[in-house]
Every structure is written in C-alpha cells, then in structure tokens.
C-alpha cells in the first residue's frame, strides 16, 4: 500500500473553503484515493474517493492532477462542525475495508 | 450508507479480566470485518481481519491469544481482550465494506478503559 503524507494540522475560519493536500507518490496504477474523517471518540466516516481528474459530491470535492503523485480534499466553506480529522488513503479500491491509516490531517475550524 | 454497529461504547473493566466488544453488519451482509486500535491523539491501527468461518488474521505485532476474535455468522464479529491490563486501554473500532465501490463503514468505537 501506498504511503502517503500530509499536513499534521490546519486552521481555518468558518466560512473558508479548506484545501487540504497529500502526496502519495508510489501510488499504483490500480489504486484508489480515498478520504476519511474522523470525530473524537467516532469511527471514521467515508468522506469521497478518485481516480483521476475530479470527483464532487455533496460533502467535498476531490482533486487529483495527471500524475496521480497527489490529490487535495476540498471543503467548501467549512462550519465548526468540520473540526475533525481527515485521513488519506492509497489502495486498491478499499482494499475491501483493510485500511492502513496514516497520520492524517487535524483540522481546526475557528468561528 | 451501510451500517455498522458496535456493543458496547464504552466499558470499563478490572485489570486481568476479559472484556468482548461486538461488532455489528445490521442492513448487509459481511464476509471480512476488520479491527483497530487506536491510541488517543494517534491514527487508525489495523489489529486483525476476521473472516466468517475461519481463522483470523493478525497483523504483526499482534498477540492472537490475547486479543481473540470470532466471525460466527455474516453479520457478526467479536473481539476478546483477554487478561486485560491498563496498557489495553485504548479506542477499539471495527469497520465492514459494502456497496459497489466497496468502501469501508466504520462502527462508532468502544472505548476500554482497564483500570
């Protein structure tokens, strides 16, 4: 599986998009990215996954240029509600939910 | 989405004695569960995979005897801290995969506190 890195932390105001970036640079041709949030004591909950370009839903976006070497979870004007953590994941499709977390990214959203 | 549930949240326990935390598909039906530990201000661990109907996988580091696992039925996986100690103590999650692009749903977590 692919390691990956990312920011240890973030902050943000209420209101603010949220780009937040991780660099996977031996990312397969089969793999997938994948990202997560997790609140204090909660399991994570599937936030979006790509494979290339773009993906949107109606959380987040999903931006993953040509090489395929990073990808960038957007978070469109964000509420202190999205204090949280936000983890990216490298595998293929989800591995079937075998997941092996990096540190992922603690995001501090102030009003 | 697909639900996972866990049983319980929260337990505490006395030290050397044998906590079961119960791990729930309640809308599918899943083949593999998997278990994590996690520390507090620290990532995901991935402990073991639980398959229905067979042995579990450990991963290394990861003691089989203390931490017993049991997939009985589709929609149903056990873990069993044994002889639990306070080092134990930890944030234990269980996740199952679903739905066509197959992504992971997590339970909400049981915090075991051994004292």
């Known amino acids: 599986l692919a390691k990956t890195t990312q920011p240890i932390s973030m902050d943000s105001y209420e209101g603010q998009e949220v780009n937040i970036t991780c660099s996977h640079n031996?990312?397969?041709?089969?793999?997938?990215i994948t990202w997560y949030q997790q609140f204090p004591s909660q399991g994570p909950r599937f936030i979006i996954q790509?494979?290339?370009t773009k993906v949107t839903n109606e959380v987040a976006s999903l931006f993953i240029p040509a090489d395929r070497k990073s990808s960038t979870l957007s978070l469109p004007r964000v509420s202190l509600s999205d204090t949280a953590v936000y983890y990216c994941?490298?595998?293929?499709?989800?591995?079937?939910?075998?997941?092996?977390f990096g540190q992922g990214t603690e995001l501090s959203v102030k009003p | 989405g697909a639900v996972v549930s866990q049983h319980p949240s929260w337990v505490i326990c006395k030290s050397g004695t044998s906590v079961k935390i119960e791990c729930r598909s309640l809308?599918?039906?899943?083949?593999?569960m998997f278990w994590y530990r996690q520390f507090p201000k620290q990532s995901l661990m991935l402990m073991a995979t639980?398959?229905?109907?067979?042995?579990?996988?450990?991963e290394q580091g990861v003691e089989k005897d203390k931490f017993l696992i049991n997939h009985a039925s589709l929609t149903l996986s056990t873990l069993t801290v044994t002889s639990a100690h306070p080092e134990d103590s930890s944030f234990y999650i269980c996740?199952?995969?679903?739905?066509?692009?197959?992504?992971?749903?997590f339970g909400q977590g049981t915090r075991l506190t051994v004292v």
């Open positions: 996740s199952a995969s679903a739905g066509a692009m197959g992504e992971a749903f």
């Open positions: 031996n990312i397969a041709t089969n793999d997938y």
């Open positions: 790509g494979y290339k």
């Open positions: 994941l490298v595998g293929e499709g989800n591995q079937g939910g075998k997941l092996i």
């Open positions: 809308d599918f039906q899943a083949t593999t």
């Open positions: 639980s398959n229905e109907g067979s042995k579990a996988t450990y």
